[in-house]
């Protein structure tokens, strides 16, 4: 096993091996249809030493966060916090960053609550 | 006496959710406690930081936690995305050695927090601590007629092993609020699926879509009304829903039903 992939098993604190793949996280995914490595992949991609494409993939940003497949998960593997941890591997890096304080007053509107604005700070940047 | 809280209302609340931080306080004296705001009680970060060797990211929430645990105090939240971080770093605290170890090196307590305080969200309180039966007693404009839908969303139950509000698939804790206050509630199948969360910054058409179908949902099962606890889910709902339905803070509709005025 690569570095790569330790460290995102690190980070996440998931036993793959656990998964069993019946697919009740990706069919309980809200985000399903926008993303290109489904949650029931997840595991696999890092058993498989390709979490770099993992950390590549669109569905970095397209989780988010409902932990709807942690709570449906039979076998507790949470996948949520791999696709984190991938996305942590990409904002822990030297310009990883992909939202800056630049780019915000074309993104909010007069109702944007802070909370929006911490928790996308949050997942966006280091 | 009056039973008291340590409050923790977190940013929004102080900005663009202000009205939920007024109405709540008001409610609460009128039904007998009182939200104490924890001095000095720093931004909770709004997501929970899922990786497990992060501390850094947690330590506003142990500082909030440790405050009441000096008061002797439950700690009380409003926003769901507040209660949600503090919840879980103090399930961490608790029960995560290597985090509870750490972060008691990094802030050199007097004495090690080890999660000893009781998180409540004001909902909790209101079922747990105050009863509904009783605020149906205090209540004195019932909500008569009206159709309210309880959008849970995300963050007040899921995952609920750490969570521990209600039930996550079935939840009733807001519908047997809304029958407290003499409305009628509305079941809907997407009242606990997500509203976009924080895709919403750089992708509102994902939020759109997702919020879309709760509003959706909710129309289409009869609800005149929404009710949230999340200032997220009000914004994803209001403006990326595309749809009309009204949408308030639970705190609102419990100040119109207690007749209290709630302006600032
Ligand atoms: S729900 Fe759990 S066990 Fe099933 S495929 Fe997803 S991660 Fe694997
Ligand atoms: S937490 Fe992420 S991966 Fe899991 S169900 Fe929600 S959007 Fe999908």
Redesign the interface.
């Known amino acids: 096993m690569s570095n790569r992939e330790e460290k995102v098993l ?4 998931v036993n793959p091996r656990k998964c069993m793949k019946c697919g009740k996280c990706s069919a309980s995914c ?2 399903y249809d ?1 993303m290109d490595i489904k949650p029931h992949q997840f595991v696999s991609y890092v058993l498989n030493g390709r979490t770099k494409a993992l950390a590549e993939s669109k569905s970095v ?2 989780c ?5 497949c ?2 449906r998960c039979p076998r507790n593997v949470e996948p ?2 791999i696709i ?2 991938a996305r ?1 591997l990409n904002v822990r890096q030297r310009y990883g960053d ?2 800056s304080a630049n780019d915000i007053p074309s ?3 007069e ?10 700070f ?3 940047k280091r | 006496m009056a039973l008291k809280y340590s409050y923790y209302p ?3 609340l102080k ?3 202000k009205s939920l931080d007024i109405t709540a306080r008001k409610c609460a004296s009128a039904l007998g406690f009182e939200l104490e705001e924890i001095e000095n009680w720093q ?1 909770c ?9 992060e501390i850094a ?1 947690k330590l506003s929430s142990v500082r909030a936690l440790d405050y009441a645990k000096s008061k002797s105090q439950k700690l009380v939240t409003l ?1 769901s ?1 507040c209660h949600h971080v503090i919840k879980r770093v103090n399930d961490d605290m608790k029960n995560v050695p290597d985090t509870r170890m750490r972060a008691n090196n990094y802030l050199k307590l007097d004495t090690p927090y080890c999660g000893e305080t009781q998180v409540l969200h004001y909902l909790e309180v209101l079922r747990d601590e105050i009863g509904f039966d009783n605020i149906a007693k205090a209540v004195k404009n019932p909500l008569k007629g009206v159709k309210i839908g309880a959008y849970y969303g ?1 963050m007040l ?4 092993k750490i969570m521990e509000f209600d039930n ?1 698939e079935n939840p009733q804790i807001m519908e047997d609020f809304i029958k407290a206050l003499g409305a009628q509630s509305v079941i809907f199948p997407y009242r606990n ?2 509203c ?8 509102p058409e ?1 939020a759109q879509k ?1 919020s879309g179908k709760v509003t959706r949902s909710a129309e289409g099962f009869g609800a005149d009304m929404l009710i949230t606890a ?3 889910c ?2 994803n709902l ?2 990326n829903s595309q749809s009309d339905i009204p949408v308030y803070y639970f705190t609102e509709l419990l100040a119109k039903a207690l007749g209290i005025d709630s302006e600032e």
């Open positions: 690190q980070i996440s604190g809200p985000s926008e940003e397209k988010l966060a409902c932990f709807a942690v709570e949520a916090k984190d941890a942590q992909t939202l993104l909010i509107d109702d944007t609550p802070q909370q929006l604005l911490v928790s996308a949050r997942k966006y | 977190g940013c929004t900005n663009k959710a931004c970060g709004g997501v929970y930081p899922l990786g497990s060797d990211t926003c995305a995300c139950l899921r995952p609920s996550p699926e997500c976009g969360g924080h895709v919403a910054l750089k992708s994902s997702l999340c200032p997220l009000l914004y209001n403006k």
